[in-house]
């Protein structure tokens, strides 16, 4: 197993992606790892590592040229064919690689990823799918931001996707897909909603979903279903709602225990809850996002992805590429498609 | 000033409403009350009150029905004529009450406010505006689940009415009115945003907005903004993630504390703070959700609405009243329909 690293993408780059490379290296010595991105500047990240030799099962991809903010995301990996977002996504199109790993534009690695590695076969759309944190454990929550206006098809598509990834990746069993909506009744929400559930529905009448039915932002942080679908407008409002009202609490914990003698010495007493606490909203803890649909193994790192989430990001990329969804995906396909799946459904009756 | 109060609406109907009418004499003696509901279930949430007599200032208004949750909502105050939504509204409208807070069915409540006391002439919508905790205070958040299908022009009144809300009621000087979407850059989000930023652009450009440009859901949190202006449908989302991510961290927050006899005694330490905090993220301390458009002041009050709760919404229902907010609106209704609003903006170019 061979995976890419984005060694230039991220507000720490290249420092974090190669000191993540090598702690990944050290939990995963299975996994070989390719650092792309300005070799002069790798190698200088891994002398400030303490590395003056590239460590064993380390290599580097040289790639003279950076994917900026600035840059038109749709464009940028066409017009900086020499970038390493370009030259890593072109690695895992060839085979080079089995799986790529960026904390740079998400835009940019979405729309490389799209038309460089190429979806499956029969998806409409890609869709970002991060997990939240939920009472019972975590969902995986789809699309998060990558297609703000979605038609039925794209959501029973982003059904199947969470629903082979929460199974094959996170190890649910059965994993109950819920729609995001505004209420728990069939009729509730907009048109897009009322028609995907009933296509969902249909789904689960035959056997190829678990569908929960709709449910409620609220409910599903309390862990009403493991794959929670919506399109990518409302899907990253709640995103980041809840990496919102998650920074506003701790900083209101963190004024509370920082008040004065009584309350520091209760933060003590509480030191290990705290860290529990903290890891359950760390980012960096969870590893990235997963990019579904696109044919291999692609993952978003956080923007301000630290040493470990690099490392998570390089398992999370692996545990994709072992899991086989996307040959499942591409067998598959024909239930996730509207004019064929409907067609059963029809003869069926 | 009289406030019809429904005493059939909420989780804790007829107890708590009564309770609040009682607490709400106290505290805002220059109030008058109506409770609006069955006399004889009333009367016995009095005595069980322990006021055998009905204490000055409140009055009883008869209604014999009751709107159930299992009722239509659109329909619910028009089958059940004698209900106490119906009548209370009734009341509103015909000026025997200067406003009307209920508890009960969101959906009957907004159609019955809608038809009954009908919206300020040219508004499109009405919206459900409650107010979100942030790290600097609090947002208006509107259109929070009455319209999950929204235009641009909806979305422009909502900016305005927030604003008035947020000026007038709230006490917020030149309040900044965000658009939620998904980035903050001008060409974000879909087709609606898009137009709707522009308009919001051009009020901005007219001095009759301060449009801050669009928020994400995080940076609201964080206090980017005085008012949020989204579609029912996303508007919704925000809502209740919060919701739900307060819960969740406060479940979490709570087995952190209750975990040992050191953790035990943090929590005694921390006892002011952790009031609070859980003031902060209380819905009973912030009253009702105002239903922002309608001619007159009506205030939905929290489904599990405690005495707390009913008291603070009546205080609302008050400032919405004395705010003369609905004809300031109806001074400036021309500013917020497209037709003329573009017709202007053209004409001054």
Redesign the interface.
């Known amino acids: 197993m061979r995976i890419a690293i984005d060694a230039m993408g991220g507000d720490f780059a290249p420092l974090a992606p190669v000191k993540g490379a090598l702690l990944a290296r050290e939990r995963y010595p299975e996994t070989e790892l390719v650092l792309v991105g300005r070799e002069d500047a790798i190698r200088g990240a891994l002398r400030e590592a303490g590395k003056t030799d590239l460590p064993a099962g380390i290599t580097i991809r040289n790639a003279s040229e950076v994917v900026e903010i600035a840059d038109d995301p749709a464009k940028a990996f066409k017009k900086k064919p020499d970038s390493s977002l370009t030259v890593g996504l072109t690695m895992v199109k060839n085979g080079e690689a089995d799986g790529f790993v960026s904390a740079g534009s998400t835009g940019a690695l979405l729309a490389g990823a799209t038309l460089v590695v190429k979806r499956i076969r029969g998806l409409r759309r890609a869709a970002l799918a991060p997990t939240i944190?939920?009472?019972t454990g975590r969902a995986v929550l789809l699309d998060c931001?990558a297609n703000?206006?979605c038609s039925v098809e794209y959501l029973l598509q982003f059904a199947y996707l969470g629903s082979y990834y929460a199974a094959k990746v996170l190890g649910v069993e059965k994993p109950r897909v819920g729609l995001?909506n505004?209420g728990a009744e069939e009729e509730?929400?907009?048109?897009l909603?009322r028609e995907t559930y009933q296509k969902l529905a249909e789904a689960h009448a035959r056997g190829d979903l678990n569908f929960a039915g709709n449910v409620?932002?609220?409910?599903?942080?309390?862990g009403a279903c493991d794959v929670l679908v919506?399109d990518?407008?409302?899907g990253?409002?709640?995103l980041?709602?809840?990496?919102?009202?998650?920074?506003?609490?701790s900083?209101?914990?963190k004024?509370?225990?920082l008040?004065n003698a009584?309350?520091k010495?209760?933060?003590l007493?509480?030191k290990g809850?705290?860290r529990?606490?903290k890891k359950?909203?760390d980012p960096n803890e969870v590893g990235g996002t997963a990019l579904l649909g696109i044919s291999k193994p692609v993952v978003k790192a956080h923007g301000s992805s630290n040493e470990t989430a690099f490392c998570n990001a390089v398992r999370q990329a692996v545990e994709v590429a072992r899991s086989g969804i996307a040959d499942d995906i591409a067998r598959d396909i024909d239930k996730m498609r509207l004019d064929r799946a409907g067609g059963e459904a029809n003869a069926a009756l």
């Open positions: 944190p939920t009472a931001g703000a206006e995001l505004i509730k929400g907009d048109a909603r409620e932002a609220k409910e599903a942080l309390l919506a990518g407008f409302s990253n409002v709640m980041k709602s809840v990496e919102g009202a998650g920074k506003l609490m900083g209101m914990l004024g509370m225990l008040k009584g309350t010495l209760a933060a007493l509480l809850g705290l529990e606490f359950t909203l």
